[in-house]
């Protein structure tokens, strides 16, 4: 019954867009015949003034022409124009101005630009609201700015644009996804991402495959198909104040996105297009440069051990090895060796819009058309987005219709954290007279894995990785809007929106057989078939008595998701000349769901008085078929307030605007489906006879859990002065979120390594602060440099009882974990560390001269920031502006596996410390004839261990025991994770932007705008701490925190935009 | 025209009010039905599951190489063997992962479906085995940790045991001894077939005869530290119904399929083939492959025990498949003819450290003919090797063998206990037993009669208790191979053979998590925080540390 309800209301969408595409070339043609009269032509001269004197470089346009001059140092102007023809004048920050030319001198005097006084935003539901109404904190992103420095992912475009939010990509490229944190986590187990609705319609942006601890791919997310190029301005709604209204799937903010309508213009075509050239951006270049491939300061037998040791001899050059192949090479270093492996990659970003518009009836198409092709050899992605937009207007309705198709190929996502074939990991610990140019011999004669470091299935050959194995996946998402608004009458409103997503995509991974790990071959192909609907229904009413303005939203909202994946796992490949099913003699077959829907009415009273005071009150209900039916249903309310001072100073020119503002929020969550009751289910292989049949459940279900809630509150400050040339936005909030509905880690012993409970209270406390400045303004010269800071303090201040800590992560097979632990930062991180004495110093064995270790867990940092903050600058002249923009994150840390890596196979620089006396001191014991751990020798030389020896009275030596170093670092780097803890800040350029407005007096009539641009995203990092790698590396894209493992260098991207429109 | 427009309203708000509220109850709780997983399941489903997985996780059994063939010196010199157990390596993650494998799978799995086949008389048989498989398996979990949750394990769901107990060995004994005779006594040969068992295939018998010898397997187990209370029930076990296995045919082995050698992440989550065979040929076995410690190679060797190169060989791999054995040259006929020193691997040593003296191989010049790319100077060939038969992945999983039975009655006879036959006996079909148990499950060539006569006749059982004990425990040890869980435990319960630390092979400098053999391994850490309360009353009666060196409750040898 209510599908059937759905795809109805899904069809009568599609009908009534198609009729309305139809409609307008017929309009667009009957409106083509109005005629042109010839006037003649006067010349004005004129003088344009503010309130404190002349305007230097105003611009004066005859309006509806291209016809247009700018004022002189005295302000004054001549132009040709039209008698009875009308002047539009624009200055920076005054309002522009319109005068019909009667006479031949004319003088005007600008007015103030109030308005950004009455800045208007897009706040929850898609409801236009004068800023200064809100009683939360709102950043709007205008479209804009994603258009020229485009990423293939446009939601990376925010990071350092908006105060407490936190960007974060994985190493998976262009094709990968994107983690967006709004004040910090709320949720400690889930996935803490923002809601995005696109003009009113939630968008599904879950991930198809994370990454997880064991590796695997980032398959990307659903923000990657929305075209920068249709964006109209992005609101960012960071507390539950502002989101409230959006119910459960808000409670990690709002990123309303709303796009573009046809442009007020009959006709217009534009072109924008993007060309970058893509390169490494972060290098293996801070590596030691003496010692080459081997162990114990010799060479490797037969150079097929120990490939990925630096730990021989100096690489003098003086020897030539035999490498797997046959191939002899001498032995020295090969610089930069890392960088051969990766190539230029290249983005071209294209998109033809067409937009008309003839009276009341609006259409819009864009066609988008993506292509990387990555650094990482045969790694490549080509995305298709086609966007219709039609609106029209039939007597009091308005009618609003999108149809979205995106398609997108991605061939060969690079693997990442621990995969067997993550080739970042596989490059980076290659010893450094290892060129990695000669594994380009990666198979033998038979097409056959060729051994070059005995199998080990750790360290794959990376061209076998990259030319052998592969994995594709195609994606082919429509995304339906339509809306009908009901204007009864002035006061009163109804409106529609029903929207839909359908979304299917299809991984498919290959391993070649004889990839070690993989060695009879394997196949596994992922099917996605997503569908989301959504439907709401809203109606407003807005009056206004005297000096008090009213207005009441009532609506209802219906959400369904309805998922289905099927895998299908190949093994055992026996037909070697096609990846295909059929070649593999074992399949099976595993399938899931996830079907949820919620329900929900709400509720809203806006309360505006004199433009001085403004009050809202807003209230929910969610009925949630996740929970248990006698707990489903939750309701919460928010309230939030604004005091506008400046307006009680009336024409204060020092205190053109001031508002102080408070708000107060509940938000209620509930969870994932099927997690009130055990299933049982059956392993995927097939044991002829028998039935391998257990619980699903991983986590202990729970028939009585009840709705989270979320309590926030927030107050903040807004000001505008100094003729508005400094703005500044202060924000303090304080969120809580109580007996959140939790997968907590439960021991093992119950049989269940998680539990859902009710438990928790995590708090989010801070500020955040935007000031926006423009420090010069003369003539045609402005600088405008925009700063945003956010200090969030992520508390973890209960779990359940008994229980401190639980892991959200691990780096298991070195007992380091990222966790929340009671009275620490969200995201501590957690493992063993060295056995110290009272006075802190490392206590060292004297047996074996190496430091002893407490496996006991430890907090040895901490993941989350302590600051971000970015900073905007923008010079204009004339028609050249230059665009700059900076992103700072400071004082999160980050357990480097990587840096772990370089030290255990000898590459890192601190490694040479004691090595030529260690062998020295070996060269001596065997002359002597003492064989190697006798107690008779004591080495000339070595590494000393940095810590103190236990006298055993009560008293300690320092350590003076001469070890080998490569002894020293094994040890430390699998049992002290302290070692490898960075300090993970950074101060990163995002992006610069060039670019040159086209004067439109060089156009014929053909063109109307044109301009060029030169690019570039993430040029350079202007500083961090952590070596080698891109301090934004991570190990996955899950919680993506504290955690980092041979990250594939990340992308630095360099090219220009053309804009035509014609 | 107002009325109107409210009439309007009120209707549409009304459509869409009673649109949004008519989900009923049943409709939500239906959306909320996962329509790919079952309500449901038979028992005998899960008791496949918990059989299949106590050796085919390859996750769990990683331990076994990485520790208990270290610590009962039966291998050494394959990178993970050293690495860990050889030198004495503590590692969180390789010490928890028989903790982390066996609760949430099988001892889940055998909990809920004990709890679903309770009081039904149509379930009465399977529930028996699963009981008996749940003593089984727990007694593989506190024989590893010691003190740890049984009676509360498994019942997160069930029960809402959250924090469950961590029962003292002593009473997870007691309970063992209770449960396994009630199961046993309730096993009914007319009762219903337990379709699910890949251990005997539902023969109801067979499985009262396992649970009776687990019994005396267990007695056995507590023999010095309550021997009352194990004399009692290991006598009370021999006189039970239904008996104790009384040949090779009711050896208790699961049955594993042949399935494709792989190491990739599928391969963790199938249960079906001997994850341990495979592990032991290596997930890189050109480079990695399972040699055989000096304790145990030499034992062998040194008493002519006709199983020397049947367990143990000399191979060339550089020309073997990744996937299997096949091109894997063996040399030991030809090492055993030209009398080349044989250089099994001391305790704490790496199969390349030390460096072994080698040969220059004829067979291999041969092959060198045809193939140049071979190697003809043997080196780290010189040290023996796992023989290819245990290397299968459908060789067998041992639970309890008749082997084992006799090495236990030799014992009890030893101790006087009221058994019917003499220690030599005993001792000698336990020695006969465990030498067809090769050829029988493995392939390896027969041993004959007279092999073993003459093995017999110069290993005799000794004179004193001690040269006895010391010989039916070193030859339960040599049984005991494949069942690495068995082999550890009887050496630290009997203290035979006695190992010696690889320190005193001059390794002290490497054993980082110190020089005495460690006698089990340490809980989980995070169990300090998971089960904080339940973790910190165990340790308090370990001496309030979760050390590897504090002897289990039985081990006072």
Known sequence: MKEKVISRTVLCGAMLLGIATMAIPAVAFAQHTTTQNTVSQIKVAGTVKDEEGPVIGASVLEKGSSNGTITDVNGRFTLNVKAGGTLVINYVGCKSAEVKVLSESISVTLKQDSRALNEVVVTALGIKRDRKALGYGLEEVKGGVFEKAKETNVINSLAGRVAGLVVSQTAGGASGSTRVILRGSTEMTGNNQPLYVIDGVPLDNSNFGSAGTSGGYDLGDGISSINPDDIESMSVLKGPAASALYGSRASHGVILITTKKARNERYSVEYNGTLTVDNQLSKWNNIQQVYGMGSNGSYSIDAVSNTNKSWGPKADGGNMLRYFDGTEHPYLIIPDNMSGFFRTGLTANNTVTVSSNTGNTGLRFTLSDVRNKDIVPKSSLSRDIFNLRANTTLKKVDFDFSVNYTHEDVQNRPALGDSKSNIGKNLMTLANTYNQAWLRTYQNENGEYSNWNGMDPYNVNPYWDVYKNSNESKKDLFRLHASAVWNIGSHLKIKGTSGAELNWFNFQDFKAPTTPGYEAGYLQNNQFQNKMYNFELIATYNNRWKDIDVTGTVGGNLYKIDKQTSIITAQDMQIRDVVALMSFNETSLQENTYRKQINSVFGAVNLGWRNLVYLDATIRGDKSSTLPVNNNTYVYPSVSGSFVFSELVKHNDVLPYGKIRMSWAQVGSDTDPYKLGLVYSKSKFTYPGYTIGYIDNEVIPNKDLKPTKTNSFEVGFETKFLKQRIGLDFTYYNQISRNQIMGMASTWATGYPYRLINAGEIQNQGIEVTLNTRPVQVGDFSWDLNFNFSKNNNKVRKLTDNMDMFELEKASWLDVQVAAKVGENFGSIIGPDFKRNTDGNILIDPATGLPTYDKSNHVLGNASWDWTGGINTTFKYKNIGLTALFDVKVGADLYSMSQRAAYESGKSMATLDGREAWYKSEEERQAAGITKGSALWNPTGGFVSPGVIDNGDGTYRPNDIKINPETYWMSVSRNAPAMFIYDNSYVKCREITLSYQFPKKWFGKFIQDMSFSLVARNPFIVWKSIPNIDPDSNYNNTTGMGLEYGSLPSRKSYGFNLYVKF | ?557
């Not at chain 2, 291998?75 to 860990?84: D, E, Y």
Request: net charge negative; glycine share 8%; with cysteine.
């Open chain 2, 1 to 557: 025209m107002k009325t109107n427009i409210r009439t309007y309203i009120l209707l549409l708000l009304t459509i869409f009010a009673v649109g949004v509220s008519s989900c009923s109850d049943s409709y939500m709780e239906n959306l909320n039905t996962d329509p790919s997983k079952a309500n449901s399941i038979d028992p005998n489903a899960q008791l496949t599951t918990a059989e299949l997985q106590t050796y085919g996780d390859l996750g769990m059994v990683e331990m076994y190489r990485n520790y208990h063939y270290a610590f009962a010196q039966q291998l050494m010199g394959c990178w993970n063997t050293t690495n860990f157990g050889g030198r004495h390596t503590i590692d969180n993650n390789e010490m928890s992962r028989m903790w982390i494998s066996f609760y949430p799978k099988a001892i889940k799995n055998l909990t809920d479906g004990i709890s679903r086949s309770n009081e039904n008389a149509s379930l009465s048989n399977v529930n028996g085995a699963l009981r008996i498989y749940r003593v089984y398996m727990l007694s593989l979990m506190t024989d590893v940790y010691g003190d740890a949750p049984c009676s509360e394990a498994g019942l997160g769901y069930i029960d809402g045991k959250f924090n469950p107990r961590y029962d003292t060995q002593e009473e997870i004994y007691t309970w063992f001894f209770k449960e396994l005779k009630e199961a046993s006594i309730a096993l009914n040969q007319s009762g219903d077939k337990i379709s699910g068992d890949v251990i005997y295939k539902g023969d109801v018998t067979k499985w009262k005869k396992l649970a009776n010898s687990l019994r005396l397997r267990y007695a056995m187990r507590i023999s010095d530290v309550a021997p009352e209370k194990a004399k009692q029930e290991f006598e009370d076990a021999l006189s039970a119904d239904g008996g104790i296995l009384a040949s090779a045919l009711d050896d208790a082995m699961i049955k594993y399929m042949e399935v494709p050698f792989s190491f990739g992440q599928e391969s963790y989550t199938d249960y079906r083939g001997n994850a341990l065979s495979k592990l032991l040929f290596g997930n890189d076995p050109a480079n990695n492959p399972s040699y055989l410690c000096s304790t145990f190679f030499n034992q062998m060797k040194n008493s002519g025990d006709p199983r020397t190169y049947r367990i143990a060989r000399f191979y060339y791999d550089g020309l073997m498949s990744s996937t299997s054995t096949n091109n894997r040259i063996d040399l030991t006929e030809e090492v055993l003819k030209k009398g080349v020193p044989m250089n099994p691997r001391d305790p704490g040593a790496f199969s390349w450290e030390p460096w072994p003296t080698g040969y220059e191989s004829d067979i291999l010049k041969e092959i060198a003919l045809t193939n140049p790319s071979v190697q003809t100077s043997m080196t780290r060939e010189t040290e023996p090797k796992l023989a290819n038969n245990f290397l299968k992945s459908d060789n067998p999983g041992v639970v309890i063998t008749y082997g084992e039975i006799n090495f236990l009655l030799a014992e009890a006879a030893l101790k006087g206990w009221n058994v019917s036959g003499t220690v030599a006996d005993f001792y000698a079909k336990g020695v006969r037993a465990s030498m067809n148990f090769l050829a029988d499950n493995y392939g390896c060539d027969k041993i004959t009669d007279a092999e073993f006569s003459t093995f017999i006749t110069n290993n005799g059982i000794g004179y004193t208790n001690e040269q006895k004990k010391a010989a039916i425990n070193t030859q339960a040890w040599i049984l005991h191979f494949t069942n690495p869980a068995e082999s550890w435990s009887n050496v630290r319960r009997s203290g035979f053979p006695r190992l010696k630390s690889p320190a005193e092979y001059g390794f002290a400098q490497f054993l980082t998590g110190g020089a005495d053999i460690p006698v089990r391994l340490s809980y989980p850490v995070l169990e300090s925080s998971y089960n904080k309360k339940s973790y910190d009353e165990a340790l308090s009666r370990m001496g309030g540390e979760n050390s590897w060196n504090s002897p289990l409750w039985w081990d006072v040898n």
